[in-house]
């Protein structure tokens, strides 16, 4: 079997931890992959000093999405949104703890695009990434 | 319980050997299930040899050259022409336009007979289950030219629904517009009546006969179609060919698609006549090795009949929607066995049919996951996706055995 679906990945999809909505939130953001119909919606609370308090994800897609969302979200509380910035596609692969081909590692990135794009406004996460 | 098909209407095992990629692993100790056929099928020795041949034989540009080796280009491609008018039915090798594909062709008639024969306001009838090949065209030309456009929809079995059909056609439509074989639902619709139909209200039809001609055996007379689109790739064939039949008096008044080489007749600094039909839309050197494959193709075809195919993947198809239906929390589309091609496109419950190709895949099981370019069917089905098991005359009951234990595995991941 490809440990593209061992244990971790298969508990993260079926028991997410974070699951969910925030409401109040102070961003948020949501967007999908036409290709596959993955759709994630992210919330996140900061405090003062823009540090994360709380983030939660919701939508639906592939476990490798799901996945990559909910480990995402728990990993970024207590980080401070400077830091989120910094978040790269290898941080990802290493939560996951997986190798993916071209194809699914849209479906992987899928939240941090989400989560970036509602820390940084859409448009200057496109600047950032051209 | 489960009954393979009885009589064994094609000597498969024979027809695999014909096809090299078959014989392949995916990894060490795993054999290749290849259940894609619909997005493009494997190409048996016959085509690849073909090819080979003329590159290693004949190669040579055609209709222009004097020496022998050009003579015998333009013959080979000349007769791959006359062998696929003969395998859809018409008597006239002017009447087989070569593009690139089944999307070139349909985008040829909407840039020539299109831009030149619809005005604004003018109605083109489509369905909701097209290929965006049989959907992006029209919306391209309705923005440039104010058309409008209008879907037949379909039922909760994937059928066209008939009675929308006549009350669309009440409305005047210059265009019909609409596939033969749905990639997604299988479905099979009524082409000879519908086109009847058309006909009758005055509208022409465009058949999208891609899914359709690799499996059933097709008269492009019979069915009365004014313009059948399809692609090499998915009957054998290869990719980088495709076709475009219409009746030669449409092709005879419309204007040429794209300008230069062999689709002329005379050209001066300022001005050109076109060449006779088909070669005006032919611009510039076509594809004479993937005609070539495609004569190779339609000739390993006709030899095997069209009817066996046919019989063979029915056979496959009742067997596969059978076996599909005992595994627990599995939805099918589309209609019943008798009523659809050689596919089966499904859900699953917990499992995302990316999640379900790509343990397939760790079992050698090669299927679709996705929206198989028909993003608005998936929307009337209210899934984002689904996952799709296409079969060819080489699929076999044991494939479709191997593929219901990969979504056995796929329960078992998830459950």
Redesign the interface.
């Known amino acids: ?2 440990d ?2 061992r244990e971790q990945i ?1 508990d993260r ?2 028991n997410p931890r974070s699951r969910g909505t925030l409401d109040p939130h102070d961003f948020t953001y949501e967007d999908d992959n ?6 994630i919606r992210i919330d996140v609370r900061v405090d003062a000093d823009d540090r994360v308090t709380a983030a939660a994800f919701s939508g ?5 999405s799901q996945a990559a969302a909910d480990l995402l979200t728990e990993s970024v509380v207590g980080k401070t949104l400077d830091e989120v910035k910094q978040l790269t596609k290898d941080d990802i692969l290493e939560m996951l703890g997986i190798e993916l081909g071209p ?2 590692l849209k ?1 992987a990135l899928l939240s941090l695009k989400v989560l970036k794009a509602g820390v940084y406004g859409i448009d200057q996460l496109e600047a950032d990434l051209a | 319980m489960h009954s393979p098909p009885a009589p064994a209407l094609l000597d498969v095992d024979r027809l695999r050997a014909e096809f090299p990629v078959l014989e392949r692993e995916t990894r060490p100790g795993v054999p290749l299930i290849y259940l894609d056929s619909a997005a493009t099928s494997q190409k048996p020795r016959a085509v690849l040899e073909a090819m080979t041949a003329f590159y290693e034989h004949q190669n040579a540009n055609i209709h222009r050259g004097i020496h022998r080796l050009a003579e015998e280009a333009t013959g080979a491609y000349e007769s791959a022409r006359r062998r696929v008018a003969a395998f859809i039915g018409t008597p006239d090798p002017a009447e087989i336009v070569f593009t690139r594909n089944a999307t070139e062709s349909i985008n040829l008639v909407a840039s020539t007979w299109g831009r030149t024969k619809l005005r604004a306001g003018d109605l083109i009838v489509l369905t909701e289950m097209e290929h965006h090949a049989n959907l992006v065209p029209w919306q391209m030309l309705a923005a440039e030219r104010g058309l409008r456009l209008a879907h037949i929809p379909i039922d909760a079995n994937g059928r066209l629904d008939a009675e929308a059909y006549r009350e669309l056609l009440s409305r005047g439509p210059r265009l019909v517009a609409f596939t033969a074989m749905s990639n997604v639902l299988g479905t099979i619709t009524p082409a000879a009546e519908m086109t009847a139909q058309a006909h009758a209200a005055g509208a022409l039809v465009l058949l999208d006969a891609a899914q359709s001609i690799p499996h059933l055996a097709t008269d492009v007379r019979a069915l009365g179609a004014d313009f059948v689109v399809f692609s090499a790739h998915k009957m054998c064939g290869p990719t980088g060919i495709g076709v475009l039949y219409a009746r030669r008096e449409l092709l005879e008044s419309m204007p040429p698609y794209q300008g230069g080489g062999d689709m002329i007749r005379r050209v001066s600094l300022h001005a050109f006549t076109p060449n006779d039909v088909p070669y005006k839309f032919e611009a510039g050197t076509p594809a004479i090795a993937e005609a070539i494959g495609l004569g190779a193709a339609v000739d390993f075809l006709d030899a095997i009949g069209m009817q066996e195919v046919q019989a063979h993947e029915a056979a496959i198809t009742e067997y596969a929607l059978d076996r599909l239906s005992e595994v627990p929390g599995l939805q099918v589309f589309g209609p019943p066995a008798a009523e659809r091609g050689g596919l089966a496109s499904f859900s699953m419950a917990d499992a995302h049919p990316h999640d379900v190709a790509q343990i397939l895949d760790s079992l050698g099981v090669a299927v679709r996951a996705g929206h198989h370019c028909a993003m608005p069917i998936h929307e009337v089905l209210g899934v984002p996706a689904t996952t799709r098991a296409s079969f060819y005359l080489y699929t076999t009951p044991g494939e479709i055995d191997r593929l219901i234990d990969g979504l056995y595995k796929v329960k078992h991941v998830f459950a």
Do not use: F, H, S
């Open positions: 079997m490809d593209l679906y298969i999809y079926k036409p290709l596959c119909g993955d759709r639906q897609g592939c476990a490798i194809v699914r479906c």
